[in-house]
T-cell receptor
Framework: DTAVSQTPKYLVTQMGNDKSIKCEQN?????MYWYKQDSKKFLKIMFS???????INETVPNRFSPKSPDKAHLNLHINSLELGDSAVYFC???????????FGDGTRLSIL | GENVEQHPSTLSVQEGDSAVIKCTYS??????FPWYKQELGKGPQLIID?????GEKKDQRIAVTLNKTAKHFSLHITETQPEDSAVYFC????????????FGTGTQLKVEL
């Protein structure tokens, strides 16, 4: 009965590879987000989608491309992975774009 | 852009004591102030939030106070318990801003027996 679920939980890969992280929410929420938490635990928003439309796009390299096939899913695809991409990536959702956000348990991405 | 400062970075209290974490922000347009608790290996969990039309909100042992004039808000935890040990984050948001949250740098709270 997980509300916001991310897969995989851990992802270890080589520099230069392309990888995807999937996120699904079963709360019926309209808005979904991706956040990055660095090694110092600093949390920063990357993207936000409302009803499959991009509404927030922070200064993120264009190697990162979010995709929302429907409002219950927001996937994150990363091309040409770099060492600095190593972090924990959190997906979140909210009922509307003006409501509290609920987070998944994160995907720890490690670049070798 | 918004800048959120959070203090202290670490806080150690005895079980049963109170804990207070403070945040200041810079953007006067911010009108939404949530607090999150993050346990090891887990995502941030919303524990309480307040909007700018309210000065204080309480939920059992947790309370948040907001001073919009001074641009600061605080989290108060009373009668602390070992299970309160975690990293706590404050954040700010703005209605109409797409619900973009700007987070503080976190406070590692340790409740000792």
């Amino acid at each position: 009965d997980t509300a916001v679920s991310q897969t995989p939980k851990y992802l270890v890969t080589q520099m230069g590879n392309d990888k995807s992280i999937k996120c699904e929410q079963n709360l019926g929420h309209d808005t979904m987000y991706w956040y990055k938490q660095d090694s110092k635990k600093f949390l920063k928003i990357m993207f936000s989608y409302n009803n499959k439309e991009l509404i927030i796009n922070e200064t993120v390299p264009n190697r990162f491309s979010p995709k929302s096939p429907d409002k219950a899913h927001l996937n994150l695809h990363i091309n040409s992975l770099e060492l600095g991409d190593s972090a924990v990536y959190f997906c979140a959702s909210s009922l509307t774009s003006n409501q509290p956000q609920h987070f998944g348990d994160g995907t720890r991405l490690s670049i070798l | 852009g918004e800048n959120v400062e959070q203090h202290p970075s670490t806080l150690s209290v005895q079980e049963g004591d109170s804990a207070v974490i403070k945040c200041t922000y810079s953007d006067s347009a911010s009108n939404y102030f949530p607090w999150y608790k993050q346990e090891l290996g887990k995502g941030p969990q919303l524990i309480i939030d307040i909007r700018s039309n309210v000065g204080e909100k309480k939920d059992q042992r947790i309370a948040v106070t907001l001073n919009k004039t001074a641009k600061h808000f605080s989290l108060h935890i009373t009668e602390t318990q070992p299970e309160d040990s975690a990293v706590y984050f404050c954040a700010t948001g703005e209605s109409g801003g797409g619900n973009k949250l700007t987070f503080g740098t976190g406070t590692q709270l340790k409740v000792e027996l």
